[in-house]
């Protein structure tokens, strides 16, 4: 987690490499405890979401970061963004 400027960041590293892993029940093929992690990142995208947080995504070739909102389908995306976004006219959560 970093904070700067009134922001706050969290790097998901593989618990959500990509945004298209943001969904409960989609993670890495390779994961061993399933359960673990589901459970693990409900709690990040919980506190994220309350937080109004900035999501980091290693994997993602196309979004570098997310902010987030609840929608009937559960957490999700809201604005994705690269960091050069938030460097030349910041980003409204």
């Not at 987030?68 to 030349?88: C, D, N, P, Q, Y």
Request: with cysteine; charged share 30%.
């Amino acid at each position: 987690m970093i904070r700067e400027n009134n922001h706050t960041f969290i790097y998901t590293g593989d618990l959500i490499p990509t945004i298209a892993h943001l969904p409960l029940i989609w993670n890495m093929s390779y994961d061993i405890e399933s359960l673990k992690t589901i459970e693990e990142k409900d709690k990040i995208l919980r506190e994220a979401l309350d937080g109004n947080w900035i999501l980091v995504f290693q994997h993602d070739e196309h979004h570098e970061c997310c902010t987030l909102e609840m929608t009937e389908k559960g957490i999700r995306a809201k604005k994705k963004f690269g960091f050069s976004e938030i460097r030349k006219e910041g980003i409204s959560k």
